[in-house]
């Protein structure tokens, strides 16, 4: 089968489509014919070699397909093959061909192609897990969501809006800020031009924010600490601007009640992510069918030019999701 390998050119981690076997379904798990994937932040960092792939996963990049299973293992329950499936992947997506245990499998919305279908798993699994399992957010509660264009942001704004939380978020540009309005934010800063942490404040009229998706770092951790609720949680997700926070006031996390966590979908468990998808079908499968929920297509692009994909993310240019087709 052809697939995206990455390899060292000049210095420079290059891509491009080889050949290598296909893989093989165990008994748990089922082959895909994938026709399209999610391109994410993480698949860049694991091309830089930045973001190490688990033990007994595949080194190729890719972490949400869609596409048709083609072989079924013998334990496989309630998939068969011909089935249209999206799978959460901890690697290999960037094939004509992968495979993956059928409790990280969801059908396809009737109403979905394979390219929307590929901009949901990941995103919208993530965005879950830190607002409702982590987050533990409730309906009318304030959730503030950082960088809101992103794939992650704009599956955040849409949960968090359908359940009923009173939604703000950041964003780099004032484009990015209208467009995380007509998505559903209630409130929206451009960070570049705002004071968001003061605003917010203000905002809530000194209530604060009780759940905060941080996928930034550095000095948003003091800003999330002055702008959240007493009884607060933040849940760091990336660090895109610093790993390292120089400033933290204790104090004020004691005085608040805050709690701060992380996480990282793709280490853990098959059980865990298995009851993720259960709870997230559970809580959001109905707001698929009434269209309440929608992945969010920056563009489309052949897996030819992954690299262009790269780049516009790279470049914070994406509103939403990157999928790549594959032929
Ligand atoms: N822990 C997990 O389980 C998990 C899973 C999935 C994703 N993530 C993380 O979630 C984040 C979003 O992922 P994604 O694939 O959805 O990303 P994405 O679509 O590439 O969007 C990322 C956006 O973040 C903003 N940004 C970049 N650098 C920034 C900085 N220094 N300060 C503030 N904003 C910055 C940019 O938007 P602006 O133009 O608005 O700045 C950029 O477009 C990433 O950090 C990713 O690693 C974590």
Do not use: E, H, T, V
């Given at each position: 089968m052809k697939y995206i390998e990455v390899f060292d050119q000049d210095g420079l981690k290059a891509m491009k489509i080889s050949e290598q076997e296909a893989p093989k379904n165990s008994d748990f798990e089922v082959k895909i014919a994938v026709y399209a994937v999610g391109v994410n932040r993480a698949d860049i960092l694991q091309r830089l070699g930045k973001y190490p792939v688990p033990e007994g996963v595949s080194p190729t990049l890719g972490l949400e397909v869609a596409g048709e299973i083609v072989a079924i293992g013998c334990q496989v329950q309630g998939f068969k093959k011909g089935d249209r499936v999206m799978a959460l992947l901890a690697g290999g997506g960037y094939a004509q061909f992968t495979v993956v245990d059928y409790r990280l499998l969801m059908p396809i919305p009737k109403h979905l192609d394979y390219i929307q279908a590929a901009g949901i798993p990941e995103v919208f699994l993530t965005a879950y897990q830190t607002l409702?399992?982590?987050?533990?957010v409730r309906p009318k509660e304030q959730v503030l969501i950082h960088a809101g264009a992103s794939g992650v942001g704009t599956a955040a704004i849409q949960l968090a809006h359908v359940w009923g939380a009173q939604v703000s978020i950041t964003a780099g540009s004032d484009e990015k800020v209208r467009f995380c309005e007509k998505l559903g934010a209630d409130k929206a800063y451009n960070y570049k031009t705002q004071s968001w942490s003061a605003l917010v404040w203000e905002d809530t009229e000194g209530k604060g924010i009780d759940v905060i998706l941080d996928c930034v770092g550095g000095d948003y951790v003091e800003k999330n600490i002055d702008c959240a609720a007493f009884d607060g949680r933040i849940v760091l997700i990336g660090f895109m601007a610093n790993a390292r926070a120089q400033e933290i006031n204790l104090a004020k996390i004691l005085q608040k009640r805050i709690v701060l966590k992380g996480s990282t979908?793709?280490?853990?468990s098959l059980a865990y992510k298995s009851d993720l998808i259960n709870s997230f079908n559970r809580d959001f499968k109905a707001a698929w069918a009434t269209k309440e929920l929608k992945p969010i297509i920056d563009q489309v692009l052949p897996w030819e030019l992954a690299d262009q994909a790269h780049q516009r993310m790279k470049q914070n240019l994406n509103k939403g999701k990157i999928i790549l087709t594959i032929s």
């Open positions: 409702f399992i982590l987050g533990g979908l793709r280490a853990r």
